[in-house]
């Protein structure tokens, strides 16, 4: 899986573009995740494209839209409530 | 991009349904503050209609705390909410379900490679500009949200569940209803899409 320095060549890369997200998520085997940091050691490209998916999966953590739900209305919030204090009634058996 | 307003962290969340399943309603407003923020971004993303996503979430909510006395274990109170909230989506889905499932290819989702003084290299849109934490420029706030809003339902489920709500594989699969080995490579495929988005907004606003 190793490659000449800076030869970026499509079939040998294929295989490591497959493996990436299990390599960020630390789900690759051993042997497997040292394979594939030997490839990146020789190979910028692909090391920049990891970088730059490592940053994407950083900014999906957590993301939110611009919008925003509205504000909770009272009767919302009491027919929530209700159902909650009746759920935890009938678990208490009363 | 990390801290959203209103929601707790997964510890908050966990210690808050353990205190309301022990009856404790002072819980109850916190509870569903922070549930509320994360089942309309969800929803606004999985059905993509604002309306849809406000009538969705309050649904979910409600389902949820119809149904509280289920949930046997308040450490898996996130992914318990979800399979809910996923459920919800599903009616009331807009599109067909019978509608085509759209595959996404790994050799599709390849950066091509180009040429650079005669050697192969591929081309990459210069990220080290971009924000670090939490705080996306609203453009580039909008760029993720399209890409994410434009990936293939299949994809976009669980790019939700797994990275931008955070939950395992495992717990993605068991809401999802498929195989881990099938969350990992539908994950892989969104991030790849999702980063070839970005990449195409970065070379834009480069020019």
């Keep these: 899986m190793t490659s000449p320095p800076s030869a970026h060549d499509k079939e040998n890369c294929r295989e490591i573009f497959a493996g990436l997200s299990a390599y960020l998520d630390a789900e690759l085997t051993p042997e497997a995740r040292r394979e594939l940091e030997e490839h990146l050691c020789d190979c910028p490209p692909c090391m920049a494209f990891l970088e730059s998916l490592r940053r994407t999966v950083d900014l999906c953590r957590g993301f939110q839209s611009d919008a925003e739900p509205s504000p909770l209305k009272p009767e919302e919030r009491e027919r929530l409530l209700a159902a909650c204090m009746k759920t935890l009634a009938a678990r208490r058996g009363v | ?207």
């Design chain 2, 1 to 207: 991009m990390g801290a959203r307003k209103a929601s707790a962290g997964k510890a908050e969340e966990v210690e808050l349904a353990r205190r309301l399943g022990a009856g404790d309603l002072t819980a109850f407003d916190r509870f569903v503050e922070s549930f509320r923020s994360r089942l309309f971004q969800y929803s606004l993303m999985v059905c993509g209609h604002h309306e849809d996503a406000e009538e969705v979430s309050q649904e979910a909510l409600l389902k949820v705390f119809e149904n509280f006395g289920q949930l046997r274990d308040p450490e898996s109170v996130r992914a318990w909410v979800f399979r809910i909230a996923r459920n919800a989506c599903l009616m009331k889905r807009r599109k067909s379900v019978f509608a085509p499932v759209q595959e996404l290819s790994l050799d599709e989702l390849m950066p091509a490679p180009g040429q650079a003084g005669g050697e192969r290299k591929i081309e990459i849109a210069d990220w080290s500009g971009l924000p670090e934490t939490e705080v996306l420029r609203g453009e580039l706030r909008q760029a993720l949200a399209d890409a994410i809003g434009g990936l293939p339902d299949i994809y976009r489920s669980v790019l939700m569940l797994r990275d931008v709500e955070e939950l395992s594989t495992g717990e993605t699969a068991g809401i999802l209803e498929v195989s881990e080995d099938v969350v990992k490579t539908r994950l892989h495929r969104a991030r790849l899409a999702v980063r070839r988005s970005l990449d195409a907004y970065l070379r834009g606003t480069a020019n």
